[in-house]
T-cell receptor, first 113, second 113 residues
Framework: DQQVKQNSPSLSVQEGRISILNCDYTNSMFDYFLWYKKYPAEGPTFLISISSIKDKNEDGRFTVFLNKSAKHLSLHIVPSQPGDSAVYFCAAVLLQGAQKLVFGQGTRLTINP | NAGVTQTPKFQVLKTGQSMTLQCAQDMNHEYMSWYRQDPGMGLRLIHYSVGAGITDQGEVPNGYNVSRSTTEDFPLRLLSAAPSQTSVYFC????????????FGDGTRLSIL
């Protein structure tokens, strides 16, 4: 039972355009969400996060939107750059108890020149 | 500036063999975790530790043991390797709970024949 789902295995975007990566979750109790970026042969690196009490968080070219009623979050990258080509994972956590991260399957983003 | 160091980077085992995947961090983080990454499955939590002497199971703990005798080290032991344990293993650390960004090592690629 996949509690966090990234339904698009891959996404291709032209350089300079907006990239939108989506993530859905089933557990309404999740109260914190994070995005990680992963290059080949490296470990994931933290990108941006959002608390469930907010609906938007912005950091430079990266913005995360949270729609709690739809149990949906999205990561916007604008403008997209070739260095953004990577696999992006969303993750969710319950801040009570063990605070274990639950990851989605990942979306491979390719930025075309 | 080492961060999280995993050894070895690659390993091939025969079914039934045992081995230990090493993980060390130099950031004095309390939280450490082991994940496995499989195609189409994202990262799944195997075991985690909230401090020296304290460990607990994650989503997929069967076939793996951990211990945390020091803050710095969190080894993962495969007692009797099975082909289903062929995967890429990532160790991560963070200063605190789930809303703290995790720092990942570069992974160990393990093949069980």
């Amino acid at each position: 039972d996949q509690q966090v789902k990234q339904n698009s295995p891959s996404l291709s975007v032209q350089e300079g355009r907006i990239s939108i990566l989506n993530c859905d979750y089933t557990n309404s109790m999740f109260d914190y969400f994070l995005w990680y970026k992963k290059y080949p042969a490296e470990g994931p690196t933290f990108l941006i996060s959002i608390s469930s009490i907010k609906d938007k968080n912005e950091d430079g070219r990266f913005t995360v939107f949270l729609n709690k009623s739809a149990k949906h979050l999205s990561l916007h990258i604008v403008p997209s750059q070739p260095g953004d080509s990577a696999v992006y994972f969303c993750a969710a956590v319950l801040l009570q108890g063990a605070q274990k991260l639950v990851f989605g399957q990942g979306t491979r983003l390719t930025i075309n020149p | 500036n080492a961060g999280v160091t995993q050894t070895p980077k690659f390993q091939v085992l025969k079914t039934g063999q045992s081995m230990t995947l090493q993980c060390a961090q130099d950031m004095n983080h309390e939280y450490m975790s082991w994940y496995r990454q499989d195609p189409g499955m994202g990262l799944r939590l195997i075991h985690y530790s909230v401090g020296a002497g304290i460990t607990d199971q994650g989503e997929v703990p069967n076939g793996y043991n951990v211990s945390r005798s020091t803050t710095e080290d969190f080894p993962l032991r495969l007692l009797s390797a099975a082909p289903s344990q062929t995967s890429v293993y990532f160790c991560a650390s963070s200063p605190g709970g789930g809303n703290q960004p995790q720092h990942f090592g570069d992974g160990t690629r393990l093949s069980i024949l």
